[in-house]
T-cell receptor, first 116, second 117 residues
Framework: GAGVSQSPSNKVTEKGKDVELRCDPISGHTALYWYRQRLGQGLEFLIYFQGNSAPDKSGLPSDRFSAERTGESVSTLTIQRTQQEDSAVYLC??????????????FGPGTRLTVL | AQTVTQSQPEMSVQEAETVTLSCTYDTSESDYYLFWYKQPPSRQMILVIRQEAYKQQNATENRFSVNFQKAAKSFSLKISDSQLGDAAMYFCAYRTYRGSTLGRLYFGRGTQLTVWP
C-alpha cells in the first residue's frame, strides 16, 4: 500500500507570500502530525490531528501558521506572510489510532520550503 | 517539558565494526516510549527501534540494540556489523505514555553517522 505522501517536494517562495503544504496520510490512519525540521536540527512538533479535530496545536510557532484536515484524509499546513526563518523541511506523519497504547508514526518524505 | 539530548553531532565507523550513539533525556514521567529513527538523504524518517520504559529488557532488532538505563535517563543505540547503508542521520525521540501531549514525539538534534568502507 501507499505510504504517506507530501506535496510539493520542494517549494521556493518570496518573503511575504503565503504557502500551502499538503499531506496525504496512509488510508485509514486517524492520527496525523506535522513537524518542522530546520537545517541541522531535530524535528519540532507543530500540530496533531485526531480525525479532523486538532487536540494539540501547541507547537505552532505563530498565528501565521494554521492547519486543517478533511475528515480522516488530507491535511494542509498553511503559512501566511512567510519569513526567512520559516525555511525548513516540513514533515507529516500518520498513525492508525492515537488513543492506543502504541501506534507507530509513519513519516512522509517532507516538503523543503525555502523563503527568499 | 521533555527534552532529548544527543551530544554527538557526528560519528564515524568502519564497515563491519560496531558503533554506539548516545542519547539522554529529561522527564518526570515514569511511563514513556523511546525511539531511534534513521533519516537518510532522502529525508524519509525510518523507525529503527523502540523501547517501552516499563520493560527492563533492552530492545533488539537484528544488528541494532539499545542500552536503556532508566535511572540515568540514558538510551544509547548500538549498531553491530555496520554496513554502508547504515550511513544516515540518527535521531533519538521520546513519547509520553499518557496525557495531553500523547502522541507527539520529542526529538534530539541528531547524530550524523558516516560509515567508511
Amino acid at each position: 500500500g501507499a505510504g504517506v505522501s507530501q506535496s510539493p517536494s520542494n517549494k521556493v517562495t518570496e518573503k511575504g507570500k503565503d504557502v500551502e503544504l499538503r499531506c496525504d496520510p496512509i488510508s485509514g490512519h486517524t492520527a496525523l502530525y506535522w513537524y518542522r525540521q530546520r537545517l541541522g536540527q531535530g524535528l519540532e512538533f507543530l500540530i496533531y490531528f485526531q480525525g479532523n479535530s486538532a487536540p494539540d496545536k501547541s507547537g505552532l510557532p505563530s498565528d501565521r501558521f494554521s492547519a486543517e484536515r478533511t475528515g480522516e484524509s488530507v491535511s494542509t499546513l498553511t503559512i501566511q506572510r512567510t519569513q526567512q526563518e520559516d525555511s525548513a523541511v516540513y514533515l507529516c506523519a500518520s498513525s492508525p489510532d492515537q488513543r492506543g497504547t502504541y501506534n507507530e508514526q509513519f513519516f512522509g518524505p517532507g516538503t523543503r520550503l525555502t523563503v527568499l | 517539558a521533555q527534552t532529548v539530548t544527543q551530544s554527538q553531532p557526528e560519528m564515524s565507523v568502519q564497515e563491519a565494526e560496531t558503533v554506539t550513539l548516545s542519547c539522554t533525556y529529561d522527564t518526570s514521567e515514569s511511563d514513556y516510549y523511546l525511539f531511534w529513527y534513521k533519516q537518510p538523504p532522502s529525508r524519509q524518517m525510518i523507525l529503527v527501534i523502540r523501547q517501552e520504559a516499563y520493560k527492563q529488557q533492552n530492545a533488539t532488532e537484528n544488528r541494532f540494540s539499545v542500552n536503556f538505563q532508566k535511572a540515568a535517563k540514558s538510551f544509547s543505540l548500538k549498531i553491530s556489523d555496520s554496513q554502508l547503508g547504515d550511513a544516515a542521520m540518527y535521531f533519538c525521540a521520546y513519547r509520553t505514555y499518557r496525557g495531553s501531549t500523547l502522541g507527539r514525539l520529542y526529538f534530539g538534534r541528531g547524530t550524523q553517522l558516516t560509515v567508511w568502507p
